[in-house]
């Protein structure tokens, strides 16, 4: 029943975006879940509203204004983070806030009814077009292409910065690289799972895959196999109950990482115990 949705072409344009979406998340979210950039994450995520506005307001693809504000907006933090002028907190806050205030007013200024912006802030992944398959195509290769030719300078500078810097790698350039790749994702993410909801695959797959592996090939590798299990499982089931695609797959991405997270404590909790009660053992003998 499950295989049987997926003959329908809407069916086969969504799993080609889940798959594209899974190795988006799966490769930035480890570096994003690494160097703790979540909550900046979602400030771009919810700057690239104020695109999604200006497309509708100006009359061309919001997605494409969805690009250039959260670009923007990656940029910006990243300098003013940098300068240190003032806190980070405060700058996503201010950001965050700003994009979805200036979407709403480019909204607001349209004539005549205001167009169904739901697929933007909570993802419809049964209505992906061709076009779309092929703009996210374009920007996932875009991504892996800087993340694989980068391999190494990325797992210096998330090691350790400052040892990085004092190697010669240039720090500033893959930090300001690192807010535009997640600025590229965020836009490949909006039509799966929409912009309110985007966090979830960032963190949750590679959350999982940090749970099982420390090398970060493998935490990429692992976050792209469940992101893709997520995506599908959640696109089927969305499909089966008539439920929201993207909330049917953040649904079942986070319930899968409080499953594992418990059982990783249990058998953490169990192996404390098990040696402890060795050592008394030894103690007695």
């Avoid at 061309?60 to 990243?78: D, K």
């Avoid at 690192?178 to 993410?189: E, R």
Wanted: with cysteine; glycine share 10%; aromatic share 12%.
């Amino acid at each position: 029943m499950m295989l049987e949705v997926f003959k329908y072409n809407f069916m086969q344009n969504a799993l080609a975006a889940s798959i594209l979406a899974s190795i988006v998340c799966g490769i930035v979210g480890v570096i994003i879940v690494e160097k703790k950039l979540v909550m900046m994450s979602g400030g771009i995520a919810h700057t690239s509203y104020g695109g999604v506005g200006l497309g509708y307001y100006l009359g061309f693809e919001p997605i494409l204004g969805a690009l250039i504000f959260s670009t923007c907006a990656a940029l910006g933090i990243g300098y003013v983070k940098r300068k240190g002028t003032t806190r980070s907190d405060v700058l996503i806050g201010m950001f965050w806030s700003l994009g979805m205030a200036l979407g709403i007013l480019f909204i607001a200024l349209m004539p005549g009814y205001p167009p169904d912006l739901s697929s933007y802030l909570f993802g419809n992944i049964l209505s992906v077009t061709r076009i779309d398959i092929m703009f996210m195509a374009l920007l996932t290769m875009l991504v892996v292409l800087i993340v694989v030719a980068l391999f190494n300078y990325w797992q210096s500078y998330m090691f350790d910065e400052e040892f990085a810097a004092i190697m010669g790698i240039r720090t500033a350039f893959l930090e300001y690289l690192l807010f535009v790749l997640i600025a590229l994702s965020v836009v490949v993410l909006i039509r799966v799972v929409g912009i309110i909801l985007v966090l979830a695959l960032f963190t949750a797959p590679p959350a999982i895959a940090t749970m099982l592996s420390q090398n970060l090939k493998s935490r990429m590798l692992y976050s792209i196999l469940f992101g893709s299990i997520f995506c599908m499982t959640g696109l089927g089931l969305s499909y089966i109950v008539n439920i929201a695609s993207g909330a049917a797959i953040v649904i079942i991405a986070v319930m899968t990482y409080l499953l594992v997270y418990a059982v990783q404590g249990y058998l953490s909790n169990r192996q404390i115990v098990m040696r402890g009660c060795e050592l008394r053992g030894q103690q007695e003998q």
